[in-house]
T-cell receptor, first 114, second 111 residues
Framework: DTAVSQTPKYLVTQMGNDKSIKCEQN?????MYWYKQDSKKFLKIMFS???????INETVPNRFSPKSPDKAHLNLHINSLELGDSAVYFC?????????????FGAGSRLTVL | DAKTTQPPSMDCAEGRAANLPCNHS???????VYWYRQIHSQGPQYIIH???NNETNEMASLIITEDRKSSTLILPHATLRDTAVYYC????????????FGQGTRLTINP
């Protein structure tokens, strides 16, 4: 199936730990994103990569480090996890430069920090 | 990006048309109106977009007023599976999509 897939779907961890969320898209898109949805359900962009190059970096603590080994993958590594990092993280992709440039989102990764 | 205003919640009977309004009075000439929805516990899903002409696809219709200051998303025959939060977003089509999701409209389809 063509899609944006994220792993893991659920992640429960202790404060201070380091964790990663992986994202892969097989849609052939050139741009990938990480969005965060907090407990109040607001969805906000964190990062965006275009062809492995960081192009959007919102005001996110530097404990969050995205990595894009190729244009089909965008991983999110979080160091020294804090309680406030608990949220659902959504990966997305789009094809810029042509057409509607709509985002296709993954199913989300729910991170719970205890 | 222009700001959008949507009612926080709406109800609609199953089988009827659901009409979701959105105000975007500060929209610029090159900004499109996009609609996404988020069904509970899922990722947002693209529905439809338009610039100034009315648009229709297999999911919905989008009606944009002539002055482009408001629009209406129409789900012609709502089903229970259409219960979701619907987001109206105004954005240029070029470049990385730094979408600004507001509170959206929580649409509940009642049997």
């Amino acid at each position: 199936d063509t899609a944006v897939s994220q792993t893991p779907k659920y992640l429960v961890t202790q404060m201070g730990n380091d964790k990663s969320i992986k994202c892969e898209q097989n849609l052939g898109h050139d741009t990938m994103y990480w969005y965060k949805q907090d407990s109040k359900k607001f969805l906000k962009i964190m990062f965006s990569y275009n062809n492995k190059e960081l192009i959007i970096n919102e005001t996110v603590p530097n404990r969050f480090s995205p990595k894009s080994p190729d244009k089909a993958h965008l991983n999110l590594h979080i160091n020294s996890l804090e309680l406030g990092d608990s949220a659902v993280y959504f990966c997305a992709s789009s094809q810029t430069g042509q057409g509607a440039n709509v985002l296709t989102f993954g199913a989300g990764s729910r991170l719970t920090v205890l | 990006d222009a700001k959008t205003t949507q009612p926080p919640s709406m109800d609609c009977a199953e089988g009827r048309a659901a009409n979701l309004p959105c105000n975007h009075s500060t929209i610029s000439g090159n900004e499109y109106v996009y609609w996404y929805r988020q069904i509970h516990s899922q990722g947002p899903q693209y529905i439809i977009h338009g610039l100034k002409n009315n648009e229709t696809n297999e999911m919905a219709s989008l009606i944009i007023t002539e002055d482009r200051k408001s629009s209406t998303l129409i789900l012609p025959h709502a089903t229970l599976r259409d219960t979701a939060v619907y987001y109206c977003i105004v954005r240029v089509v070029q470049g990385a999509q730094k979408l600004v999701f507001g509170q959206g409209t929580r649409l509940t389809i009642n049997p």
